[in-house]
């Protein structure tokens, strides 16, 4: 997906929020992310989306990602009885809450600066990017998780996905034997775990640019 104007990102972000979550706290939630900078931050410093609108583009490319999975191929072995879960663990509610707000703990985290790099003549030159700045730095997913449970709540399946959001990415940086088998039976117990972390996947490495910073 091509970079967006963010007003126009964030009309995008709001429709899909209405048109797929009907649950208690929603507008409230939508609230607190419009006083927020979450609709003019980037994504990440220099991985991907790193550009303002970034952050909310990344998140509605996951929901997107994970929605065409589900409709195009799960839902149609869920209603053949082929699936090795128990028919009704996903929904495009659940998906939708676990995809457009898997991120929001990184409201707040990038600030703009100045740095400095050379260019084609090895000369220096600086330019404007991003560093990241946590005012309150929990882990990321879980985060997202407690931020998110102040407005609305959410289900098992919901917090597992954003939890391991990241797939085994997050977990493989440590050799905690716990925090792997924790990973691992997040997998096992909800298929929304594994939808969502392959859709952030997707969208991370095949669909998002990293944009030179001027």
């Keep these: 997906m091509s970079t967006k104007d963010p007003q126009t990102l964030k009309f995008q972000y709001l429709q899909k929020c209405r048109q797929y979550i009907k649950r ?19 994504a990440s410093t220099v991985f991907h989306s790193n550009y303002p609108g970034g952050l909310c583009q990344h998140s509605l490319n996951v929901f997107e ?3 065409s999975i589900y ?14 879960y128990q028919n009704g663990s996903l929904s495009e509610e659940s998906i939708a809450i676990a995809t457009l707000f898997h991120d929001i703990s990184k409201i ?11 260019d084609e003549n090895n000369q220096w030159q600086s330019y404007i990017g991003y560093e990241a700045k946590d005012p309150m ?18 289900t098992g399946h919901e917090m597992l996905a954003i939890e391991y959001h990241h797939s085994f990415a997050d977990v493989s940086r440590s ?16 298929p929304l775990t594994l ?6 996947m997707i969208a991370s490495f095949l669909m998002e640019e990293i944009v030179e910073q001027k």
């Design 24 to 42: 208690e706290g929603l507008e409230n939630l939508l609230q607190f992310l419009e006083s927020s900078d979450f609709f003019e931050a980037p």
């Design 65 to 67: 990602s994970a929605l």
């Design 71 to 84: 409709n195009s191929t799960l839902r149609k072995f869920e209603d053949l009885g082929q699936t090795t």
């Design 108 to 118: 707040g985290l990038y600030h703009k600066k100045e740095k400095w790099r050379k």
């Design 137 to 154: 730095p929990l882990p990321h997913a879980t985060k997202s998780i407690v931020m998110i449970q102040q407005y609305m709540k959410l």
């Design 175 to 190: 050799l905690d034997s716990t925090s792997k088998y924790a990973y691992t039976e997040a997998l096992k117990i909800s």
């Design 195 to 200: 939808l969502v972390s392959q859709a952030d």
